[in-house]
């Protein structure tokens, strides 16, 4: 069930965004700077790849306040629209029933969205 809900979750845009995030990686990572934040978009393009059969959990805080001070700047940084984004079309397709799995996935996407690091995909 997990490979049907990837495969159809490819064909609807998953690859697309997973691209994006990636690209947007590479483009994060071009400074020494960004490159933390290049590594936790390659993070979510992998999930966004492949969101069924995957969790977000929290891993253990081997960086200290440094998480919570990326976090923010994250956020400050407008990051937060993605996650805005992914929150609206889960809302959208959890409207059906056919919709709900998918937009239960757009959810998890939007957690990874707000607040990445912190965080590993197992």
């Not at 697309?16 to 490159?35: D, E, K, P, R, S």
């Amino acid at each position: 069930m997990k490979f049907l809900g990837n495969l159809v979750w490819l064909i609807m845009g998953g690859l697309l965004t997973a691209v994006m995030y990636w690209f947007a990686g590479l483009l994060m990572c071009i400074t020494i700077i960004g490159i933390p934040f290049g590594v936790q978009l390659f993070k979510i393009g992998m999930l966004s790849l492949w969101p069924f059969g995957h969790e977000l959990m929290p891993k253990s805080n081997d960086g200290g306040c440094m998480q919570l001070v990326f976090n923010i700047l994250w956020i400050v940084l407008g990051w937060w629209e993605i996650a805005l984004t992914h929150l609206t079309f889960g809302l959208i397709l959890c409207c059906t029933i056919v919709g709900i799995p998918w937009g239960m996935q757009h959810f998890k996407l939007a957690l990874a969205s707000l607040i990445p690091f912190g965080k590993e995909v197992v």
